[in-house]
């Protein structure tokens, strides 16, 4: 029987594959091999199993941002936001762009999806903001130099076919 990380886990990749519409129960139930008990063990309906699901996207790209920063505290920030880059586009990368496009198309058409990108965002860019303040002392400038890249990440994300990583 699959646990309700299971559940999770398998819904965030019918997200990246088929968007939102990769979510319903009857779907997930086909991914998993399971009927329809087997959800309604680990969660009160399908908007639990939402809530749910924007949990656990909301903690994995936050956490896995926040770690790759913590990982290169002790570099320069130079270094830092190379180390950043260079994770972005690695095989093992904590930036899923099939994840991040799936959700962010999601996010126009329903407005709890859309509050939690915005506090991905959000999260993200104080990140990108922490480390920029350690290299420029203007606060506006600060803001800038770190949502500029962050923009331009995003609008390369989208491009088709995907843009290498080179």
Known sequence: MPTRSDWIQT??????????????IDRLCRRLGVSKGS?????????????ALLAAYEALVVEALDQAIEETADDSPKAALVGLTAGITSTESFYRPDLEVAMRAWAFSDPEVRAVQERVDTRRLESLQGIWSRILDDPAAVHTAALLPYLVGIGASLIQPPTPPR
């Open 11 to 24: 819904g965030l990749a019918a997200v990246a594959d088929n968007g939102p519409d990769g979510v319903r």
């Open 39 to 51: 959800f309604h063990h680990h969660f009160g309906g399908a908007g639990d199993f939402k809530q």
